[in-house]
């Protein structure tokens, strides 16, 4: 059972930044994709940006050129560094894994999740 935790969420300004990590462990599993979701209180559920085990990379166009993804291999770690922050990004950021061959931002497409981490941006 792969676990996931997520870590670096917190309060900032509006045109700040952040950086959440997001650590897999547990039964020896590398998986082939990992991606950022979010989600608010009676909001729907967002895909934000997912990379699979080589590097590519997938983006909600409401974050390009704002966030980005990375992952680091040898620690199953996964990032998303968050620059130029809007109010509207407030949400609960969550991630995900999974073992599709190709990594989409929808979450039927991911095994587990883990709980989240707060973001909250003010103007």
């Known amino acids: 059972q792969v676990r996931l935790a997520e870590s670096g969420g917190g309060s900032v300004q509006a045109g700040g930044s952040l950086r959440l990590s997001c650590v897999a462990s547990?039964?020896?599993?590398?998986?082939?994709?990992m991606a950022w979701f979010r989600q608010a209180l009676g909001k729907g559920r967002e895909g934000v940006a997912a990379?699979?085990?080589?590097?590519?990379?997938t983006y909600a166009d409401f974050v390009k050129r704002r966030f980005t993804i990375s992952r680091e291999y040898g620690e199953n770690t996964m990032y998303l560094q968050m620059n130029s922050l809007k109010p509207e990004d407030t949400d609960m950021y969550f991630c995900?894994?999974?073992?599709?061959?190709?990594?989409?931002?929808?979450?039927?497409?991911?095994?587990?999740r883990g709980q989240g981490t707060q973001v909250t941006v003010s103007s």
């Open positions: 547990g039964d020896d599993y590398s998986p082939a994709c």
């Open positions: 995900a894994e999974g073992d599709r061959a190709i990594c989409t931002l929808d979450m039927d497409n991911y095994n587990s």
């Open positions: 990379i699979d085990r080589y590097g590519a990379t």
